[in-house]
């Protein structure tokens, strides 16, 4: 049986939030707020979108707000009665629905960005979690390895981090 792709997307971040000593909300931020941008690049307008992150249940959903109308003419904006009464069971004409969208739905584009700004925001995360931890020890002597000596400066490794 092939996995859920949530659980693969979950296992994931937790990975990356262990391996890259950060915290696990901000990695589910950045997968947030990268999925939304992506959502925009597709449906325009970002009132309309919401981007729900349930962590004990490992699931994410991108909605949608949709108006319901008789004939529908625009896909990505309205829906019909008898569909939108598969969300909301009480709609009518001139409501608004949350439709629920897979993100497949985005195109390759939307999602190579989102990969992106997720890598981005991780990587701006690490490095703010070993700047903090090495002000912290400003004074102090600490240990490390000589990588590289060159006339004017000599590379230092520190762990996870590089000191000149």
């Given at each position: ?45 970002p009132?309309s ?8 249940k490992?699931e ?11 004939e529908v ?13 598969g ?18 739905d ?13 890598m981005q ?11 903090k ?20 400066d ?11």
């Open positions: 049986m092939a996995p859920n792709i949530n659980d693969v997307i979950f296992d994931a971040m937790y990975a990356i939030a262990k391996e890259k000593g950060i915290s696990l909300d901000i990695v589910l931020d950045s997968f947030k707020e990268s999925i939304f941008k992506a959502a925009i690049n597709v449906y325009k307008y009132d979108i919401d981007v729900v992150v349930n962590v004990d490992r994410f959903k991108v909605l949608v707000t949709k108006d319901v109308v008789n003419e625009d896909d990505f904006y309205e829906v019909s009665v008898e569909v939108a009464k969300y909301k069971p009480d709609a009518v004409v001139g409501d608004q629905v949350f439709v629920e969208v897979g993100i497949a985005f195109g390759r584009n939307a999602i190579h960005m989102t990969k992106q700004l997720i925001k991780i990587v701006e995360a690490e490095r703010e979690s070993i700047y931890n090495y002000f912290a020890r400003i004074g102090d002597v600490v240990i490390g390895s000589v990588q590289q000596v060159t006339k004017r000599v590379l230092v490794t520190l762990g996870k981090a590089d000191a000149i």
